[in-house]
T-cell receptor
């Protein structure tokens, strides 16, 4: 079967750095996505990785290792507005998105 | 900013009613999707379409149907609503071709079936 694993919940302090991990087992791989979803709202796109390595976009960075089936999302200089769920999703060999259940990130002052 | 709209945002109905959730996008995207999401759970694909007159079922067994008569419109219909259909329904679209697959989501329709 196909599955995406990510921690259910994480807590971090405003101004700090947090790393959210995602491991996956899918039939084929055509890219990995991270989405942010605030409570009661729709997901919004954060990043896309298809090659190994780190992609940096402002305070957010995403890393991929295809050989390990592993990715992480790194958030720096945390702000209260970063409190949200972070969804990891993999595009499989049929170009269908397989979604993780999301990691709820709680930011404390 | 994405231009994809869903109506109604919130709906409470009785068991056995027929309902249609509307989804429209003004970006000219070929691909459109319907997802179901319960709180704290992953998104489950219900239906998708790769263009006009193209519709496919997703991995979630559903008593719903969709149509794609126009590029911009992708309504979801439940013929006979049940309490088990209580959930959030998210519509999304993406460009066709060799895109990265980035999805643009509507704000969702939260359905409660009594």
């Amino acid at each position: 079967g196909q599955n995406i694993d990510q921690p259910t919940e994480m807590t971090a302090t405003e101004g700090a750095i947090v790393q959210i991990n995602c491991t996956y087992q899918t039939s084929g791989f055509n890219g990995l996505f991270w989405y942010q979803q605030h409570a009661g709202e729709a997901p919004t796109f954060l990043s896309y990785n298809v090659l190994d390595g780190l992609e940096e976009k402002g305070r957010f960075s995403s890393f991929l290792s295809r050989s390990k089936g592993y990715s992480y999302l790194l958030l720096k200089e945390l702000q209260m507005k970063d409190s949200a769920s972070y969804l990891c999703a993999v595009l499989d060999s049929n170009y269908q998105l397989i979604w993780g259940a999301g990691t709820k990130l709680i930011i404390k002052p | 900013e994405a231009d994809i709209y869903q109506t109604p945002r919130y709906l409470v109905i009785g068991t056995g009613k027929k309902i249609t959730l509307e989804c429209s996008q003004t970006m000219g995207h070929d691909k459109m999707y319907w997802y179901q999401q319960d709180p704290g759970m992953e998104l489950h694909l219900i239906h998708y379409s790769y263009g006009v007159n193209s519709t496919e079922k997703g991995d979630l067994s559903s008593e719903s149907t969709v149509s794609r008569i126009r590029t911009e419109h992708f309504p979801l219909t439940l013929e006979s609503a049940r309490p088990s259909h209580t959930s959030q329904y998210l519509c999304a679209s993406s460009p066709g071709g060799t895109d990265t697959g980035e999805l643009f989501f509507g704000e969702g329709s939260r359905l409660t079936v009594l």
